[in-house]
């Protein structure tokens, strides 16, 4: 169907008045956008803003109750996601569907109907294109989660997809991985491939986005090219009010002790599956970060210390004890709790109520001290305190979006009383409001003496935070910087060993 005006005949996406409603709950309210070729246009908004059901929308994954959706010129109007995908659509989900035990190629190809080994020379071509290093026959459960990324966005290419959505793809990327989606990005807008882009990031969006429309309840609250908006005027747009002040969320008592040099984690020549011989302590109140690129073995470590993964030698210990015979109950037995970075395998129960979930991991602890109500009012506490969107603590966290997913999961792990915290990645696809609660948060833990691993691709939050920094790379400790150490030190370390090992 031709489309009703000059200006929109050029649009890749053309949406409408689009209306979708969840329950009484409007969660869309007229919104009304476009996409045009080759250009990358950031779509930001607060936590439960709607961003995902807007993308869901256009990809034909949510149904509006009103509004038109066109993609390249003809109406969406059966919505589904491969009539989205006909029209070419391809939306790069936050986290990529991945199916471990096929091949990366497999992986690409899957849903066609041609068989991968005849599509091969095409995605090799995309590939090349691209000039991205991806051994196809790899099996896809040894991908990192930035490789992950890549793959989605093949998915898309071979489907031949002139318009993308990808929703947040540089949270788990570190700085350099980032500037190598960036290079993509840019190849595919020169190309004719017009890409939304979701971050909460401002300067990633200044970085690479021709124009940003805000979301604010449901709503475009501003809309326009890049270079006409000040961060200040984004900010305010997204947020409106300014963003309340942290809560002390901590149930230790008020007279908590003060950072000191009591060793609360110590870790000594530690190996397992991807690291070896990593040696460092954690005192109380301290907060150290520990940096690294993509597959240098932070996640790896941090989940052999809480038992989810084999110790190959070494030893754990907590509060100079032995921490012998990890798994993760025992651990929070002990006091020490990991937020972890994938939070769809261990994270959250997607379909217990938030309470409950928040709830969680003291269960484990107390299972028969609990009481609805005390979970009602704990989870009042994290919901006033971190701002978590959601209509009343028994909605499934299913229906929350990502960033208020996280901030749960984070309310768990706070919940149970903490005596060494280890946080990887913690503010994955938080707002840049609630971002700030939550550093405030952290700060407030070690004040009161918890000890803190943070494990971040994020450096600027490395700094803004961390008391001394541990850099990772290939596996090993690379090296220690001081507070206040820059970002580029940081790297340097980061990705100077990968590159002398490159060489
Ligand atoms: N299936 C559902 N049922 C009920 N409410 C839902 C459902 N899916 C989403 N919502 C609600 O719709 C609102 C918008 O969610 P959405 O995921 O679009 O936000 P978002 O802007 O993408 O947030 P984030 O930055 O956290 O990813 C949220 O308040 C969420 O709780």
Same mark, same amino acid.
């Given at each position: ?36 070729? =080759?250009? %990358? ?28 959706? !066109? ?7 059966? @919505? ?60 896809? $459960? ?26 947040? @793809? ?12 960036? $290079? ?49 005027? %984004? ?61 240098? =073995? ?97 909605? @499934? ?18 919940? !149970? ?33 918890? $000890? %803190? ?37 940081? =790297? ?12």
């Amino acid at each position: 169907m031709a489309l009703r005006d000059g200006t929109a005949a050029q649009a890749l996406i053309d949406v409408r008045d689009v209306w979708k409603q969840y329950g009484p709950v409007a969660v869309l309210k007229g919104v009304s956008i476009t996409l045009a070729p =080759g250009q %990358i246009h950031a779509l930001l908004g607060g936590n439960g803003a709607g961003k995902s059901t807007l993308m869901k929308a256009i990809a034909g994954l949510v149904v509006p109750n009103s509004g038109s959706i !066109a993609i390249a010129g003809t109406l969406l109007d059966r @919505p589904s996601a491969a009539r989205a995908q006909r029209l070419g659509l391809y939306l790069v989900p936050q986290e990529a569907h991945i199916f471990g035990s096929q091949s990366v190629l497999e992986n690409i190809c899957m849903g066609l109907d041609k068989p991968a080994a005849r599509l091969r020379g095409r995605v090799e071509a995309l590939v090349a294109q691209l000039a991205v290093s991806l051994d196809l026959d790899a099996q896809a $459960a040894t991908l990192e989660i930035a490789d992950r990324q890549i793959v989605e966005i093949l998915r898309g290419l071979i489907r031949e997809a002139r318009a993308l959505i990808l929703d947040e @793809p540089t949270s788990a990327l570190t700085p350099h991985e980032v500037e190598a989606l960036f $290079a993509r990005m840019r190849a595919l807008a020169a190309s004719g491939v017009g890409i939304f882009f979701i971050s909460h990031k401002l300067r990633e969006i200044r970085e690479i986005c021709h124009d940003i429309s805000v979301l604010r309840d449901g709503a475009i609250v501003l809309s326009g090219p890049m270079s006409a908006h000040t961060d200040a005027e %984004i900010v305010t747009a997204m947020t409106r009010v300014a963003a309340p002040v942290a809560v002390d969320l901590s149930t230790a008592p008020a007279a908590a002790p003060a950072p000191g040099s009591e060793r609360r984690l110590e870790v000594e020549r530690l190996s397992g599956e991807g690291f070896s011989e990593v040696s460092f302590s954690l005192a109380a109140g301290e907060i150290v970060g520990l940096a690294g690129v993509v597959g240098a =073995g932070r996640t790896e470590l941090a989940e052999t210390i809480f038992g989810l993964r084999p110790t190959l030698s070494g030893a754990v210990r907590l509060g100079g004890a032995p921490l012998e015979n990890r798994s993760p109950s025992v651990c929070i037995d002990r006091g020490l709790v990991y937020l972890p970075e994938d939070r769809q395998q261990f994270g959250l129960f997607l379909d217990a109520p938030l309470d409950w979930n928040a709830s969680a991991y003291l269960m484990h602890k107390m299972p028969f001290f609990l009481r609805p109500r005390d979970e009602a009012r704990r989870f009042e506490r994290f919901r006033s305190a971190m701002g978590i969107k959601c209509e009343s603590h028994l909605q @499934p966290a299913r229906r929350l979006s990502g960033g208020n997913q996280q901030k749960v999961l984070l309310a768990k792990c706070l919940a !149970a009383d903490p005596q060494v915290l280890i946080l990887d990645e913690p503010t994955r696809g938080v707002d840049v409001a609630a971002r700030n609660d939550i550093y405030a948060l952290i700060r407030s833990l070690a004040a009161q003496g918890v $000890a %803190i691993l943070l494990i971040s691709s994020d450096f600027d939050e490395i700094v803004q935070l961390s008391d001394r920094v541990l850099v990772m790379a290939f596996g090993a400790l690379e090296g220690e910087l001081p507070r206040g150490a820059s970002v580029d030190a940081i =790297g340097g370390l980061a990705f100077g060993a990968r590159e002398a090992a490159d060489a």
